[in-house]
């Protein structure tokens, strides 16, 4: 796709993208992030993914952050333009309709963190290391960090962690709630293609479904909430994939979806 800071490579319905700058620890500089963006807004629909695996290149790190050499020279209008480009493109992906997984193989910091929180599923190496460093920096989360993590795990937790800016292990993020699973280091992407590959095997639509009704449903009041949730389960009733899935159950067999 020629892209120089991002690599994409499709293993039957399971995509994985890779952010790709090792000698800086894969920080998001703007040729970076806007490699990520033009993936995410031109290419990735256009897929037809059963899953998104997010990883970083190189074995020390996910992702670092936003780049601080960059941000350090930019003036105010640009230093806005770059928050609002990274808020548009961490928005698609967690709204991607794809369910997706951040292979957290080192260090995601910063905007990094923010990248792996905009995944449904984080499954983090031991080696990982997490945080939100900003506040050594006079800034704080602002590339949806602030809010996605206090989401995830309550205000007490994420104001400890934001305003220390420390980073804490890869056992100590699954604690908290900030990562699913802990692995060893050498096996991330191995784990993190299974649980893929497990998604891949179920109804798509449905998973969809799912995820629309969580991430848009958290934000409702519950009865609107659990009217949407009504209201995506009619749709999947609805679907060619709830006949296949039903019928392969009564049939004693594996069903064999394929996303209608
Ligand atoms: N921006 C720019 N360059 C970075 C970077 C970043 N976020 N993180 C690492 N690098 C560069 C380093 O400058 C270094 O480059 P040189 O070899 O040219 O000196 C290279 O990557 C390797 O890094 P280190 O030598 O520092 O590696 P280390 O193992 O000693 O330390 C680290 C690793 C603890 C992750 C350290 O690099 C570090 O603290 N990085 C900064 C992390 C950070 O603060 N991230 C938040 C950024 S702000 C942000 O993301 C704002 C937001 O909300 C969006």
Redesign the pocket.
Known sequence: MGYEYIGFEKDGAIGTLTISRP???N?L?WDTLKDLGSFVENDLPNQELRVLIITGAGD??FV????????SEMSSSEFREY?DY?HKIYDLIENSPYPSIAAVNG?A????C?LALTCDIRIASEKAKLG???V??G?????G?SQRVTRIMGNGKAKELIYTGE?VSAEEALRLGLVERVVPHEVVMKEAMELAASIAARAPLAISAAKQAINTGSEMKLKEALNLEKDLIDGCFDTDDRAEGMKAFLEKRDPDFKGK
Not at 139 to 143: E, H, K, S, T, V
């Open positions: 000698k800086a620890l920080a500089n020390k790190a670092a952050g936003a780049d601080i050499a960059q941000m928050v990274a260090y910091l910063g905007g990094g923010e939100f460093p900003e050594k920096l800034i704080f989360p602002g590339w960090g980073m």
